[in-house]
T-cell receptor, first 113, second 110 residues
Framework: EAGVVQSPRYKIIEKKQPVAFWCNPI?????LYWYLQNLGQGPELLIR????????DSQLPKDRFSAERLKGVDSTLKIQPAELGDSAVYLC???????????FGPGTRLTVL | GNSVTQMEGPVTLSEEAFLTINCTYT??????LFWYVQYPGEGLQLLLK?????DKGSNKGFEATYRKETTSFHLEKGSVQVSDSAVYFC?????????FGKGTMLLVSP
């Protein structure tokens, strides 16, 4: 069974530029999560989807971050414009609805110069 | 709100030494508890979990017991290997989301 796929694995951009991250969850997983992991910290939830609906986006900085999950499968997280403080690893995870266990992708490491 | 506190690292051990990584939590209700491991350059992998008080999770020689009276979920392994070198995260699941600790780096030398 294929795991959670994320791309790109690494991205370097200049501040004020836009950037997008893509996630393909495990087949059949209704729930998709985007997490932010700063250096030396644990992951923090940005947004949670149940199918195509964003059911928890309370921690998503909506002035510059946006996300979508069209058709309830793949998801894209976007930052526009990026700031220096956005340098971090962005993790995607998925699970069956209501299940305890989340499965994580390898993450995208973003560096903003 | 929910929170998880882990011992700071790095924890440096020789191969075959005994490992303990402390984890305590604050939560309302009865959360499920988890240990995730992150190897260099990889995503988080579930190591073990426990869903109710006194449950013991175990996997790959690692164990942790859900202690409600002390709000703890300490990770232990009797004999570590070099391949266990990684960052270990304690986490709890409340209603639907995971709350993670800051992670503890483990370095095992031959």
């Amino acid at each position: 069974e294929a795991g959670v796929v994320q791309s790109p694995r690494y991205k370097i951009i200049e501040k004020k530029q836009p950037v997008a991250f893509w996630c393909n969850p495990i087949s059949g997983h209704n729930t998709l999560y985007w997490y932010l992991q700063n250096l030396g910290q644990g992951p923090e939830l940005l947004i949670r989807y149940e199918n195509e609906e964003a059911v928890d986006d309370s921690q998503l900085p909506k002035d510059r971050f946006s996300a979508e999950r069209l058709k309830g499968v793949d998801s894209t997280l976007k930052i526009q414009p990026a700031e220096l403080g956005d340098s971090a690893v962005y993790l995607c995870a998925s699970s069956y609805r209501g299940a305890d266990t989340q499965y994580f992708g390898p993450g995208t490491r973003l560096t903003v110069l | 709100g929910n929170s998880v506190t882990q011992m700071e690292g790095p924890v440096t051990l020789s191969e075959e030494a005994f490992l303990t990584i402390n984890c305590t939590y604050t939560a309302t209700g009865y959360p499920s508890l988890f240990w995730y491991v992150q190897y260099p350059g990889e995503g988080l992998q579930l190591l073990l979990k426990a869903t109710k008080a006194d449950d013991k999770g175990s996997n790959k020689g690692f164990e942790a017991t859900y202690r409600k009276e002390t709000t703890s979920f300490h990770l232990e392994k009797g004999s570590v290997q070099v391949s266990d070198s990684a960052v270990y995260f304690c986490a709890l699941r409340g209603y639907s989301t995971l709350t993670f600790g800051k992670g503890t780096m483990l370095l095992v030398s031959p």
